[in-house]
């Protein structure tokens, strides 16, 4: 059986992933790793998106904290934005 994790440890976790795909180790090369660090940077941000993403919908949790999973969730989304379109500026 699955451990419930509360709420605001969710937004924790995923502020977190978020910060992980951030420092992933950008590839010197424009071949096999690009997209393999392209698929981390997704995956991770695949967590953090999967943790919050029925926080809003939730019965229960204050408004407050569905305001902050928005909030995350526009993180995630400009996140993946900045992390995966940064390579193209270089």
Known sequence: MTKLIPTGERIARARALIEKARSLPQPDDRGWGDF?????????????NDLIKFVPMISGVT???KQEAQQVIKEI?????????RSLES
Not at 77 to 85: C, G, P, Q, V
């Open 36 to 48: 393999s660090y392209s698929a981390q940077v997704k995956d991770t941000l695949r967590q953090a």
């Open 77 to 85: 989304a400009a996140a993946e934005k900045e992390i995966l379109h």
């Open 63 to 65: 408004p407050e904290l």
